[in-house]
Nanobody, 127 residues
Framework: QVQLVESGGGLVQTGGSLRLSCAAA????????IGWFRQAPGKEREGVSC????????YVADSVKGRFTISKDSDKNTIYLQMNRLKPDDTAIYYC????????????????????WGQGTQVTVSS
C-alpha cells in the first residue's frame, strides 16, 4: 500500500526556517517523480518543487527559488523540503505526492490524474 507521511510543519515568524519531511512506504521513491505542492486557503494548488526519477534533476518554482531546497535520502526513502527566509505568502498546507510529472528542463511540474498524496502538513508564517 502506497503511503506518504509528511511532517515538520508549524508556526514560524517571517524570515524563519522549517524543514519538511515526507516518508514513503510501500514503494521505492527512487522509481518515481516526487514533489511538494502547497495549497493556501482560497487559492489553487501550486507545485513547489520536485525531483525527477530519471536523473534526479530538481525543479523549484520561481515563487520559492533561492529560498527552498528539495532533497532526497534514498536509504530512508524520504524526501525533504528545506524552507528558508519564509514569508507570510508561504502559509499553506504542504503536501508531498507521487504520480506526478517533474520536468526541470521545462520548468514545470504537476499531478498526473489525481496523483497520490500525503495527508499534508500545515505551515504558518506570521508577519
Amino acid at each position: 500500500q502506497v503511503q506518504l507521511v509528511e511532517s515538520g510543519g508549524g508556526l514560524v515568524q517571517t524570515g524563519g526556517s522549517l524543514r519538511l519531511s515526507c516518508a514513503a512506504a510501500g514503494f521505492t521513491l527512487d522509481y518515481y517523480d516526487i514533489g511538494w505542492f502547497r495549497q493556501a486557503p482560497g487559492k489553487e494548488r501550486e507545485g513547489v518543487s520536485c525531483i525527477s526519477s530519471g536523473d534526479g534533476a530538481t525543479y523549484v518554482a520561481d515563487s520559492v527559488k533561492g529560498r527552498f531546497t528539495i532533497s532526497k535520502d534514498s536509504d530512508k526513502n524520504t524526501i525533504y523540503l528545506q524552507m528558508n527566509r519564509l514569508k507570510p505568502d508561504d502559509t499553506a498546507i504542504y503536501y508531498c505526492a507521487i504520480d506526478i510529472y517533474c520536468l526541470p528542463m521545462d520548468r514545470t511540474m504537476g499531478a498526473v490524474g489525481t496523483g497520490s498524496w500525503g495527508q499534508g502538513t500545515q505551515v504558518t508564517v506570521s508577519s
